[in-house]
C-alpha cells in the first residue's frame, strides 16, 4: 500500500446563513463552509413548506392540448 495517498482530515467549522453553525471533519480544503439552507431552517424540516396548487394543472393542460370530444 503507498504511504501518504489519503487526503487530509480535518475538523471545519459548517455556518449557516440562519446562523446555526456545527463542527464536522471533512476533506475540503478549507476550514470552513457556508451554507444558504441547513437542517434547522429548510422548509421540509421546520413545516413551513409551501406547496403549489396543482389542481388547476391538469385542466390547463387538458384545455390547450385536447380535442373536446
Same mark, same amino acid.
Not at 440562519?18 to 476533506?27: A, I, K, L, Q, V
Given at each position: 500500500? +503507498?504511504?501518504?495517498? +489519503? $487526503?487530509?482530515? =480535518? +475538523? &471545519?467549522?459548517?455556518? @449557516?446563513? /440562519?446562523?446555526?453553525?456545527?463542527?464536522?471533519?471533512?476533506? %475540503?480544503? !478549507? #476550514?470552513?463552509? =457556508? &451554507?444558504?439552507? /441547513?437542517?434547522? @431552517? %429548510? $422548509?421540509?424540516?421546520?413545516? =413551513? +413548506?409551501?406547496?403549489?396548487?396543482?389542481?388547476? !394543472?391538469?385542466? =390547463?393542460?387538458? #384545455?390547450?392540448?385536447?380535442? $373536446?370530444?
Amino acid at each position: 500500500m +503507498q504511504a501518504d495517498i +489519503q $487526503p487530509d482530515y =480535518k +475538523q &471545519l467549522t459548517v455556518t @449557516c446563513s /440562519c446562523g446555526n453553525r456545527f463542527d464536522t471533519r471533512s476533506t %475540503h480544503p !478549507q #476550514a470552513q463552509i =457556508k &451554507l444558504e439552507v /441547513c437542517s434547522i @431552517c %429548510h $422548509p421540509v424540516y421546520t413545516g =413551513k +413548506q409551501n406547496r403549489l396548487d396543482g389542481g388547476g !394543472q391538469v385542466s =390547463k393542460f387538458r #384545455a390547450r392540448y385536447m380535442r $373536446p370530444g
